[in-house]
């Protein structure tokens, strides 16, 4: 009962003296305001990266081509560099081919399900009267196409005689139909566009649209005019436009449920450069999982808020003396009441604990105020930024907890000096 009397009389003291306790609370506010906001801004953009690259296939291997390093050297201090060749251009036998991919997939025929291959063409512009449109166009196989998970809003998906005949076919997204079609999907099917690479035109034919998604890794021009969306051609059709007869430079293995794909990537690596590149003086096959990618960004994300966060938290230690200020304010200004109080019979406990109880009660309510301004300032910078909100339950389980130990730490000294207060000087106070 006395605590729950403490904490009236200290809601009572804020109400009385609204603009002092909101001044004295405002430290407390702005640096709760910026960890929460820092926090759920970071958590909110750690979510939605993470979420777009698991999408991509938290479990899939990335492996390609990368220059050897042939040169070291030692430092003073015992440490060794090492320093690569200058860049080499491809030949024709340094290629990853088929006839390699389907060895690889016979040595590890439990852990490998399929590889996801594509070929890069370029980015293109599609030219309909006034309006155009700019497309970033790859040719892709049927695996990689599945993982690309597109919703298809009209027509139809690559079928595997477009892909095994190398048909000049594509499918585009709804945002190339708005500008090229004016919104009319349906008009879009069966259509031939011509598309400018650099000096020379392609066509193709439109077989399908598939809605555009942002994924949050990739920047949106202010004009949708201006934004290149992805037109997709059969694998095939990509390597007859580039000439490309040597084979990939890199590909992505799906692996089978229950492998680990940050394990498996040594594996791979050892057994392709030792069967296929250990003669290879330029290149070798570098492996990497989406997995140990996904830790790698979440671990550096997270470092980078709660540094930041704890930046932000300086001003809490501001805020913190200001409680302490306006406690030893209110102390002299209640001198009486507290020799009243001590004469009626309290005790030095009851006393500390009343004025804990309000240093506490203060910072707890600019606590709650800055979490409320945080999440705004987060909500809104988040939506600016196109990532879903998410709020930092831990931020905000660490605000709440730290601003009750600020009203403790800093409360304690004005609430003891309280305490020690003779009742008979402090009668005679004026």
Same mark, same amino acid.
């Given at each position: 009962?006395?605590?729950?009397?403490?904490?009236?009389?200290?809601?009572?003291?804020?109400?009385?003296?609204?603009?002092?306790?909101?001044?004295?609370?405002?430290?407390?506010?702005?640096?709760?305001?910026?960890?929460?906001?820092?926090?759920?801004?970071?958590?909110?953009?750690?979510?939605?990266?993470?979420?777009?690259?698991?999408?991509?296939?938290?479990?899939?291997?990335?492996?390609?081509?990368?220059?050897?390093?042939?040169?070291?050297?030692?430092?003073?201090?015992?440490?060794?560099?090492?320093?690569?060749?200058?860049?080499?251009?491809?030949?024709?036998?340094?290629?990853?081919?088929?006839?390699?991919?389907?060895?690889?997939?016979?040595?590890?025929?439990?852990?490998?399900?399929?590889?996801?291959?594509?070929?890069?063409?370029?980015?293109?512009?599609?030219?309909?009267?006034?309006?155009?449109?700019?497309?970033?166009?790859?040719?892709?196989?049927?695996?990689?196409?599945?993982?690309?998970?597109?919703?298809?809003?009209?027509?139809?998906?690559?079928?595997?005689?477009?892909?095994?005949?190398?048909?000049?076919?594509?499918?585009?997204?709804?945002?190339?139909?708005?500008?090229?079609?004016?919104?009319?999907?349906?008009?879009?099917?069966?259509?031939?566009?011509?598309?400018?690479?650099?000096?020379?035109?392609?066509?193709?034919?439109?077989?399908?649209?598939?809605?555009?998604?942002?994924?949050?890794?990739?920047?949106?021009?202010?004009?949708?005019?201006?934004?290149?969306?992805?037109?997709?051609?059969?694998?095939?059709?990509?390597?007859?436009?580039?000439?490309?007869?040597?084979?990939?430079?890199?590909?992505?293995?799906?692996?089978?449920?229950?492998?680990?794909?940050?394990?498996?990537?040594?594996?791979?690596?050892?057994?392709?450069?030792?069967?296929?590149?250990?003669?290879?003086?330029?290149?070798?096959?570098?492996?990497?999982?989406?997995?140990?990618?996904?830790?790698?960004?979440?671990?550096?994300?997270?470092?980078?808020?709660?540094?930041?966060?704890?930046?932000?938290?300086?001003?809490? !230690? &501001? /805020? $913190? +003396?200001?409680?302490?200020?306006?406690?030893? =304010?209110?102390?002299?200004?209640? %001198?009486?009441?507290? *020799?009243?109080?001590?004469?009626?019979?309290?005790?030095?406990?009851?006393?500390?604990?009343?004025?804990?109880?309000?240093?506490?009660?203060?910072? !707890? &309510? /600019? $606590? +709650?105020?800055?979490?409320?301004?945080?999440? =705004?300032?987060?909500?809104?910078? %988040?939506?600016?930024? *196109?990532?879903?909100?998410?709020?930092?339950?831990?931020?905000?389980?660490?605000?709440?907890?730290?601003?009750?130990?600020?009203?403790?730490?800093?409360?304690?000294?004005?609430?003891?000096?309280?305490?020690?207060?003779?009742?008979?000087?402090?009668?005679?106070?004026?």
């Amino acid at each position: 009962m006395l605590i729950l009397e403490n904490i009236l009389l200290a809601l009572g003291g804020l109400r009385a003296n609204k603009m002092r306790s909101l001044l004295t609370m405002l430290g407390i506010i702005i640096g709760i305001a910026s960890v929460i906001a820092i926090m759920t801004l970071g958590d909110s953009i750690k979510s939605s990266v993470t979420d777009s690259m698991e999408a991509m296939g938290a479990n899939n291997i990335t492996a390609g081509l990368k220059q050897k390093s042939t040169m070291t050297k030692t430092s003073d201090s015992g440490m060794t560099f090492s320093y690569g060749p200058r860049m080499t251009k491809m030949q024709e036998e340094d290629y990853v081919t088929e006839e390699m991919l389907a060895e690889l997939k016979e040595r590890f025929p439990e852990a490998i399900k399929g590889y996801a291959l594509s070929e890069s063409v370029g980015t293109g512009t599609v030219r309909a009267g006034t309006s155009q449109a700019y497309v970033d166009a790859r040719g892709v196989n049927q695996e990689e196409l599945d993982q690309e998970d597109l919703n298809l809003l009209a027509g139809r998906t690559l079928s595997v005689r477009d892909q095994e005949e190398g048909r000049k076919v594509a499918l585009v997204s709804d945002l190339f139909v708005k500008n090229i079609f004016d919104h009319d999907t349906q008009k879009a099917i069966g259509q031939t566009v011509d598309v400018l690479f650099e000096n020379r035109y392609y066509a193709y034919t439109i077989v399908g649209v598939y809605e555009y998604e942002n994924s949050g890794m990739e920047f949106v021009s202010s004009s949708e005019e201006d934004t290149p969306t992805a037109l997709y051609l059969p694998l095939r059709t990509a390597e007859n436009q580039n000439h490309n007869t040597s084979g990939y430079s890199q590909f992505t293995i799906l692996t089978a449920e229950g492998i680990s794909a940050t394990d498996f990537c040594t594996s791979v690596e050892d057994y392709m450069n030792n069967r296929y590149y250990k003669d290879n003086k330029n290149f070798e096959i570098s492996a990497m999982s989406m997995e140990s990618i996904i830790e790698s960004m979440t671990s550096m994300l997270s470092t980078v808020a709660l540094a930041i966060a704890a930046i932000g938290g300086i001003s809490l !230690l &501001v /805020g $913190g +003396i200001g409680v302490m200020n306006i406690m030893l =304010v209110s102390i002299t200004e209640r %001198t009486r009441e507290i *020799g009243t109080r001590k004469a009626l019979g309290a005790t030095n406990g009851s006393i500390r604990l009343q004025f804990i109880t309000e240093a506490m009660v203060l910072c !707890l &309510v /600019g $606590g +709650i105020l800055g979490i409320v301004l945080g999440i =705004v300032v987060a909500a809104f910078a %988040t939506n600016l930024m *196109g990532y879903a909100v998410r709020p930092s339950a831990a931020g905000i389980l660490i605000s709440v907890s730290f601003s009750a130990l600020i009203g403790v730490f800093f409360g304690y000294y004005p609430a003891s000096k309280a305490a020690k207060l003779n009742p008979i000087e402090a009668l005679r106070y004026e």
